[in-house]
Nanobody, 115 residues
């Protein structure tokens, strides 16, 4: 079992930056990929970025060039968000996928981009 705790969300003006962190605990050596998803009010949860255990990133087209994902060892993943736009406003969720295919989710952290 894996527990995920996100942090780093908040209110930021358009054009600003935030860095989200997600720390995993529990069976961390069973984790394969980790990633970030987001859900805006009234919309479905969408992929933002994922990164494999080996460090290979996958970035959604909507944030490519503005967001980067990185991973520290086995249990921490970061999402650096630059040039934020109002449409980036959402709850951001961390996800961990284990080697056996099971998924775990964090509770989410709210990012609000507004002037």
């Amino acid at each position: 079992q894996v527990q995920l705790v996100e942090s780093g969300g908040g209110l930021v003006q358009p054009g600003g930056s935030l860095r989200l962190s997600c720390v995993a605990s529990g069976s961390i050596f069973s984790i394969n990929a980790m990633g970030w998803y987001r859900q805006a009010p009234g919309k479905q949860r969408d992929l933002v970025a994922t990164i494999t255990r080996g460090g290979s990133p996958n970035i959604a087209d909507s944030v490519k060039g503005r967001f980067t994902i990185s991973r520290n060892a086995a249990n921490t993943v970061y999402l650096q968000m630059n040039s934020l736009k109002p449409e980036d406003t959402a709850v951001y969720y961390c996800r961990a996928t284990l080697k056996n295919g099971m998924d775990y989710w964090g509770e989410g952290t709210l990012v609000t981009v507004s002037s």
